[in-house]
Each structure stands twice: as structure tokens, then as C-alpha cells.
């Protein structure tokens, strides 16, 4: 029943987000749309910013557990983002108040998850250097999130899953390459 409550709390939180700015949102507000009172809401919950933690938690714990056997890091990424294609007024309501920072470690997380997973799979057989794959993680999770962010900063006014793609065509094979080059410095003596 108390996990019912909460996961209740969370999805109210969510359609609010969704509605409106954060800070438009009130724990009234929470416990009206969820039907609760306000004690039961701080029976699960400090505050609204320790809810909005929580949400972004339980959403890259989601992404950490689910199965990473996708096709390329564009379609694991995108499926990794569900939560932030699907709730965008909400992720921009959040990252456009103090949530800012929980927005950015949630998809450093997302985005981090996803390329070491992606880099690990196509490095089988290949001899490279640890740094060097966790080099090429750093440079496209880095590259993941400014996009996002560039996204989120225009007000989310393009498509980014076909940004994303696109990328994902244009850069086809470069990771597979990287690695190689990597294998080939580490049999020549190079190690990074």
C-alpha cells in the first residue's frame, strides 16, 4: 500500500510537471491531484525538491536495469530518454528551475549508461585500452547531454530523437574505429 501511495504521489507530481512550472506546484496541489492529504504526502516525502530527486532516481535506476541489447547507442539512448521524450513539459519545467542539476545528473547517468554498455559490446574482440574505451564513453555521453541541453535551452523546439539519429548516421562506425586505432597504439607499446 505505502509503495501504491508513493508511485500515486510520483505520477500526480508528474502530470502537474506537465501542466505547469515547479514552481507553480504545490504539495496541496500533489495531494489533491493524488488524493491524499498533505500528511501522507510527508509521510513519503520531505519536501517537493526530495520528490523531484526521487523521481529522477527511480527513472535512471529504470534505465540501469533494463536490457542493453539494442542495435545501436542512438536506439538505446532513445529508449533510455523514454521518460524525457515522453514528459517533456515536465523535464523542461524541472531543468528550467532548481532542478536544474538533478536534470543534468540524470542524464549523465542515462547517457553514461548507455555508451559504456554500447562501447563494451562492439569493443569484443578487439584488443583496445581500457582509458581509451572510457574515453570514447566520456566524449559521446558529453556529447549526448549538450545536445539535450541545447535542446532543453531552445525550448525543446526541434526534433531531437531525428537530431539524434542523424548523428548516429553521420558518426556510423567512428566508435568501432576508435577502438581499433586503440588496439593497434596498445600492440605498438602505447598505452595510455
Known amino acids: 500500500m505505502l509503495q501504491l501511495t508513493k508511485k500515486a504521489i510520483i505520477e500526480s507530481f508528474v502530470k502537474l510537471l506537465n501542466e505547469r512550472t515547479l514552481d507553480k506546484i504545490k504539495v496541496k496541489d500533489i ?3 493524488c488524493g491524499i492529504n498533505r500528511n501522507t504526502f510527508y509521510y513519503h516525502f520531505e519536501d517537493i525538491p526530495a520528490l523531484m530527486e526521487e523521481l529522477l532516481r527511480l527513472e535512471t535506476e529504470r ?6 541489447e539494442e542495435g545501436s547507442w542512438e536506439e538505446a539512448f532513445i529508449q533510455a530518454a523514454e521518460f524525457a521524450l515522453q514528459n517533456k513539459r515536465a523535464v523542461y519545467h524541472i531543468y528550467n528551475s532548481a532542478g536544474r542539476d538533478i536534470v543534468k545528473r540524470y542524464l549523465n547517468a542515462m547517457a553514461e549508461d548507455v555508451m559504456t554498455h554500447f562501447v563494451e559490446r562492439i569493443a569484443q574482440g578487439i584488443a583496445a585500452g581500457e582509458e581509451d574505451k572510457k574515453l570514447v ?7 549526448l547531454v549538450g545536445m539535450i541541453e541545447d535542446w532543453l535551452e531552445a525550448g525543446m523546439k526541434y526534433d531531437v530523437e531525428r537530431i539524434i539519429r542523424r548523428v548516429g548516421l553521420l558518426f556510423e562506425g567512428n566508435i568501432s574505429r576508435s577502438l581499433e586505432r586503440s588496439a593497434k597504439e596498445c600492440r605498438n607499446g602505447y598505452n595510455y
Not at 534505465?63 to 542493453?68: E, S
Not at 564513453?137 to 556529447?143: D, I
Request: charged share 40%; aromatic share 6%.
Open 137 to 143: 564513453v566520456r566524449l559521446y555521453r558529453a556529447a
Open 31 to 33: 495531494a489533491e491531484e
Open 63 to 68: 534505465v540501469l536495469l533494463r536490457d542493453t
